[in-house]
């Protein structure tokens, strides 16, 4: 864990971190449609959309950002620790995957401190449960991600509720821990 410093973030704004790669299965572009959404409410919302490119989906995204005006920052692929430095200028953390195990960025995100908006697919609701550790959202639903994030940021406590719980799971995931239970269960 000494590699994911936790940084509580007790005022959240509006300004996203999605880190996956860019591919379909990922639904890169659902991100940017619920920064669309929260623009609304949230003129200076931002998105930060961290990833290689897969498919062709990346500069799908770029096109869409640019011909609806908003606000966002591209990085490519990062490293884990430039990303995790990254991570410190954001608020919250959106993963609108379609199809998921249990992805590691999402666990990650846990362990930082960022309120995790995350569709609720696959492997995901094994991870963290809902208004437990993050808040799980319908897949593909543009609507119910934007309303989740609204909430996030006009109820103080929910994302500290919700971070303080992440990061207690998110250290149960620590390798220190888990040889154990390795070993214990390969000795039985």
Not at 28 to 48: G, H, Q, W
Not at 115 to 120: A, E, G, L, R
Not at 162 to 178: G, M, P, Y
């Amino acid at each position: 864990m000494k590699q994911y410093p936790f940084m509580l973030r007790e005022e959240l704004r509006p300004k996203l971190l999605w880190v996956r790669s860019f591919a379909e299965i990922y639904n890169p572009m659902m991100a940017l449609k619920v920064l669309e959404k929260l623009r609304t409410d949230f003129p200076n919302a931002t998105l930060c959309m961290v990833g290689p490119e897969k498919d062709g989906s990346l500069q799908k995204c770029m096109d869409y950002a640019k011909s609806k005006n908003l606000n966002v920052k591209f990085t490519g692929k990062l490293s884990k620790p430039a990303w995790r430095d990254l991570s410190v200028a954001y608020d919250i953390f959106i993963n609108t995957t379609n199809f998921d195990n249990t992805p590691v960025s999402v666990m990650e995100a846990m362990a930082l401190g960022l309120p995790i908006v995350t569709t609720n697919v696959g492997g995901i609701p094994f991870l963290m449960t809902h208004n437990e550790e993050g808040v799980l959202v319908p897949e593909n639903d543009v609507v119910e991600m934007a309303t989740a994030v609204k909430k996030l940021i006009s109820e103080e406590r929910t994302g500290v509720f919700l971070t303080e719980n992440a990061r207690k799971k998110a250290e149960t995931f620590d390798w220190e821990i888990v040889k154990h239970d390795w070993d214990k269960l390969l000795n039985q």
